[in-house]
């Protein structure tokens, strides 16, 4: 029974032989080796005296006395759950647990509830914590303004005189209200958004091209190199489609610089000047 964990107040264990069906009541009386035995857990009566004389008492169990429409209105469950029947307390928190999402909350306006009706006591507040109010009902006090910020951790030179109600106003230890030059002056020059279907402004020098180094430049198209590919044969670099291009056109596919014989497939790649290309781009 210890090792069951069963109450000798609660419970008692009947053996009897599996042939014969024969009772073992003695508790002194050994069992013959090799028998079987079926060993039975019995409950017992209000109360049993056993050999000794000692009257056991059964501990009874106490009926709920709380009703399932009390546990409906009832704020804290945990309290009530030696008072209640376990299916009516799963019924309870199941039912408390959708009020807030019922059709009569969500009626009309907002939240939809009426603020003369009072507010069901499981119903907690999000600003104090409280429960039996609604948010807008809560005795808590309103917040106050925020404290100013102190300006630290920024150099004093860059700070000029302000008022408190300047935005991005800052309260030195003084008593002076001060604000950064930056700051002002983003204040002062809001940026001004442009629609995304208007043209952009060009500006002056946008018209005005870069002008190319003699090294970045094609020989062929005297443009900005791009794929730039280099011969094998003098070392000249040219655009990839522009050498490719003249020595296919061309009836003796000579170089353009050395006049030797060149295919498009010789041509080698620049990877530096190509390097060179990007950082001027």
């Known amino acids: 029974m210890e090792k069951e964990q069963l109450k ?31 060993v039975r857990r019995t409950p017992l009566g209000a109360s049993r005296v056993n050999q000794g004389g000692q009257i056991y008492a059964v501990k009874k169990i106490t009926k709920p006395t709380v009703s399932k429409e009390e546990l409906m209105n009832h704020a804290n ?59 807008n009902q809560c005795p808590m006090p309103k917040k106050v303004d925020k404290p100013m910020r102190a300006p630290t951790g920024i150099p004093r030179s860059s700070f000029v005189r302000a008022t408190a109600n300047d935005p991005g106003a800052k309260l030195e230890s003084p008593g002076v209200y001060v604000v950064t030059k930056l700051e002002k002056q983003a204040y002062l020059d809001p940026k ?74 010789e041509m080698l790649e620049d990877k530096v000047l190509k390097d060179e290309v990007i950082q001027f781009k």
């Open 8 to 38: 000798p107040t609660e419970n008692d264990l009947s053996i009897s032989n599996a042939q014969t069906r024969e009772e073992y009541k003695n508790l002194n009386e050994q069992i013959p080796k090799n028998s079987s035995v079926q």
């Open 77 to 135: 469950l945990a309290e009530m759950s030696s008072q209640a029947k376990e299916e009516d307390l799963m019924d309870a928190v199941i039912k408390q647990s959708s009020l807030g999402y019922d059709d009569h909350r969500w009626k009309g306006k907002g939240r939809g509830y009426k603020s003369d009706q009072p507010a069901p006591s499981y119903l907690r507040c999000y600003k104090c914590q409280g429960q039996g109010h609604y948010p």
């Open 192 to 265: 001004k958004e442009r629609p995304p279907f208007l043209p952009p402004i060009k500006k002056e020098n946008d018209d005005e091209k870069e002008e190319v180094p003699d090294e970045l430049c094609c020989p062929i198209c005297n443009e900005l190199i791009q794929d730039a590919r280099k011969t094998p044969c003098c070392s000249s670099t040219y655009c990839n489609n522009c050498i490719t291009q003249k020595l296919l056109e061309s009836d003796d596919g000579l170089c353009p610089k050395c006049k030797k014989p060149l295919k498009p497939v």
